[in-house]
């Protein structure tokens, strides 16, 4: 139980470490949610057209079309006069969009000419461009309509000049959206590992060489394998503290925030956030083992930072390269530490299935590198340049 003592003593000191327990508290597991997610969540929001909630749109002329007035306010638009002054306010933000009907509208329809309307917006503002959009697919659909009756009323057939159709079905299980936020969740889980375990990493290793404290401890009546182990278990259990906080985190934002619509088609519920967890809690011991090697591998704690900062791609390659060598899913590819983890958080959420098969060879993989590295960290305590340069 040597290396027990060794993990309760390093974990007792990085706590009283403000700086470390800064960044394996606060700024991965809260900060990083915060700055990452709310931004492209609100972003998603904004473009999302939910065409069951009920709206005004401004309409200028609307006495001269009650058909098209009637459309609108089927498919939940309620018009509405627009100001005098309707122009600049657009411009100030004050009103989103106006829908101008002209006085001729009417008689054009009655002898087949285009009908011309125009759609004043600004496209400065993505709440302006997001209620042209939902307006204009309305009125599409509504031109669609009159288009059809318009050629049954004169004998032909609307399908005749529809010489070629193409109809394109993405199978995914929700588009390029679902493939975005599942990145994301991959991104937030683990990059708070590597903030979570950074400095204490640092700090039992290079750091305590600098200091002098680590030839006394290596001088004590115990296995150097036992030092290492203790080391790397209050790695881990910072750096697994880190991602789960990150965890619980990111399930308030989805919880209490109003993200209602992205909801609609993504599953983040708190259900599949664990699971996404439990998915990535194998990099747990990839990371950790990965820090305390490095660190051990390093002369100085500017040296340690150096090495640990280029670390931070390194969960970003596997995935990387999956998707730019389009890696498919396999027995084989889900042995790959990081890519595996990516591609189950990916179908977790996405609510697509996950074979057994796969958990397995993600779970193996990570533990096979994670017990490579931590057998190199143990192999570096066992030099005796581990205490000088």
Known sequence: MQWLIVTMKEMKDNIRDKRSFFFAVVYGPIFMPLLL????????????????????????????????????????????????????????????????????????????????LTLYTNQSSKDSQKSARHIRSIIESYSGHLGYWRMRARGFDHDVTQVIKVVEQDLSSEGLSGMIFGFLTYFVIVLTMMTGGFYLAIDISAGERERSSLEPLLALPMSRHSIVIGKYLAVLCFVTFSSLLATIVMYLLFTFLPFGEISNFLDLSGTTLLRAFIFAFPCCFVVASLLTATAAFTKSTKEAQTYISILYILPMIPMLLGQAMDIKSSSLSMLIPFFSQYTLIDKTVKNESISMEYLAASFSGSLIVAGLLLFAAIYLYRQEKILGN
């Open 37 to 116: 997610i709310m931004p492209m969540m609100f972003g998603a929001k904004a473009n999302i057209i939910d065409y069951q909630a009920t709206s005004d749109v401004m309409v200028l002329g609307r006495e001269y079309a009650p058909n098209l007035v009637a459309h609108l306010k089927k498919n939940n638009l309620n018009a509405i006069d627009a100001p005098a002054e309707f122009k600049q306010q657009i411009q100030e933000g004050l009103i989103k969009v106006v829908l101008e009907i002209p006085e001729g509208y009417g008689q054009r329809l009655r002898t087949a000419k285009p009908a011309l």
